[in-house]
């Protein structure tokens, strides 16, 4: 009756010791999100432009 323990706990450690990275813990770094591009010179982006009524 002590080998199905055994057997159990062997089979445990053996499926633990085989999954993950070997070594030190990490977080992999990302690289930084490129900068957003200046809207060009002499644009005026804050007006839309006007929507026409097709509705009649």
Known sequence: MRAIPTAAA??????????GIKGALYLPQVPP????AAPAAGVDHSKAPKAT????
């Not at 062997?10 to 085989?18: H, P, Q, R, V």
């Not at 009524?53 to 009649?56: E, I, M, N, V, Y």
């Open 10 to 19: 062997l089979c445990c450690a053996l499926a633990l010791s085989g999954c």
């Open 33 to 36: 999100a490129p900068a957003k």
């Open 53 to 56: 009524d097709d509705s009649r």
